[in-house]
C-alpha cells in the first residue's frame, strides 16, 4: 500500500499557462514565453505538461534547476473569477513522455509565494470549486440523469 506523502492535497485541472524563464540575480527575463498546461496543482506545487519543443530552443529545466537563482514564472487564467495569475518558481523534477509522434515532457515545480496567502486561497478555492464540480458532473452522467 503507497502512503500518500504530500503537504497538500493536489488537484487535476488543465489550466492553458505561459512559462517564461528569469535570472533571479537581476530578473531579467532569459527565455520564454512557452506554451504549457498544469495538470495539477496544490498550495505547494504543480505539474506542468509541456511541448518538448521548448526543449530544443530552451533547457528550461536544466538551465533553472541548475542555478539557485533563476526560476520560471507561470501565468494563467482560471475562467471566470480569477482572470489572470501569476505564480514563480522552482522545477523540481523532470520527465519526458514520448508516444509515437508526441513528444512532450511533464515538470514538477514548487512555487516560490506563501501556500498560505491569498492568492494561493483564491487559486486553491477556485480549482478545487471546479474539480467537484467536474466530479458532480460524471457521476450525473453515469447515473443516466446527464444529456
Avoid at 515532457?105 to 467537484?132: R, T
Wanted: hydrophobic share 35%; proline share 3%.
Amino acid at each position: 500500500m503507497i502512503s500518500e506523502l504530500r503537504r497538500s492535497k493536489r488537484f487535476n485541472d488543465f489550466i492553458a499557462v505561459s512559462v517564461e524563464a528569469h535570472n533571479g540575480m537581476n530578473g531579467q527575463k532569459e527565455a520564454g514565453p512557452f506554451s504549457g498546461r498544469i495538470i495539477n496543482i496544490s498550495r505547494y506545487g504543480a505539474c506542468l505538461l509541456m511541448s518538448l519543443g521548448v526543449l530544443d530552443a530552451y533547457q528550461v529545466y536544466s538551465s533553472t534547476h541548475k542555478d539557485d537563482s533563476s526560476y520560471i514564472d507561470i501565468q494563467g487564467s482560471i475562467e471566470p473569477e480569477i482572470n489572470n495569475f501569476k505564480l514563480s518558481a522552482r522545477p523540481i523534477w523532470a520527465e519526458p513522455i514520448v508516444m509515437d509522434d508526441i513528444r512532450a515532457f511533464k515538470m514538477g515545480v514548487e512555487f516560490l509565494v506563501n501556500p498560505d496567502s491569498e492568492k494561493m486561497d483564491n487559486i486553491i478555492d477556485k480549482v478545487s470549486n471546479q474539480s467537484e464540480t467536474q466530479v458532480d458532473i460524471i457521476t450525473e452522467i453515469e447515473a443516466g440523469n446527464g444529456s
